[in-house]
């Protein structure tokens, strides 16, 4: 009986790693920073005393790596369930290239604007129920970027003209492939035995 379950977890994972090439992965990032998790005044590189707070809401930031797309559902203010900004937004972008990835950009400086979000009909400016939603198309190169570590979002106002709450986009590994179905594959043969 055991060896029917080993079986069907291998014939399942090579169904997994022989999967067609040009399927769609769904990448899904989180917003982080030397501060912590989601958008906070901590992760800026200037020290900001009256920031507010934001994060990922609704279906969080994703990306598409064969469309090569990038969603974003991100909020900030009480509405949302953070903390209200110091006023309404002047400004929004996703910031990038950094010089490093991963945890090392958290401290490079400030990188250029790479995609304004603030002018598109989603954006919305309000300092207390403010937010984006939508997608951002991008090239190989941009993504190869993206999937390093190397952008961040960031919220600007009058009081802190050069950004006053970031987060880094960092792509969440998930427990999938060979490696997932050894660990469900495990689970099944210990509950087996159990059960036996």
């Given at each position: 009986m055991q060896r029917k379950w080993v079986l069907l977890l291998a014939a399942a994972a090579g169904l997994t790693v022989c999967a067609p090439a040009s399927q769609a992965a769904i990448?899904?990032?989180?917003?982080?920073?030397?501060?912590g998790t989601g958008l906070l005044p901590s992760n800026e590189n200037a020290t900001i005393t009256n920031g507010g707070t934001g994060g990922e809401v609704g279906a969080g930031i994703s990306f598409d790596d064969v469309a090569?797309?990038?969603?974003?559902?991100?909020?900030?203010?009480?509405?949302?369930?953070f903390t209200n900004l110091s006023g309404n937004t002047t400004g929004g972008h996703i910031h990038g290239p950094t010089a490093h990835g991963g945890t090392a950009a958290f401290t490079d400086p400030n990188a250029p604007i790479l995609f304004p979000l603030d002018g598109q009909a989603t954006w919305n400016n309000s300092a207390t129920n403010g937010g984006y939603t939508g997608t951002v198309p991008m090239t190989a190169a941009q993504a190869a970027d993206l999937i390093a570590g190397k952008y961040y979002?960031?919220?600007?106002?009058?009081?802190?003209p050069g950004g006053e709450t970031r987060g880094f986009l960092v792509a969440v590994p998930e427990p999938t492939g060979l490696a997932g179905f050894a660990l469900a594959g495990?689970?099944?043969?210990r509950r087996r035995r159990r059960h036996a």
């Open positions: 990448i899904q990032f989180d917003l982080m920073g030397k501060g090569l797309v990038l969603t974003l559902n991100v909020g900030w203010g009480s509405g949302n369930g979002f960031n919220v600007h106002t009058a009081a802190n495990a689970a099944l043969l």
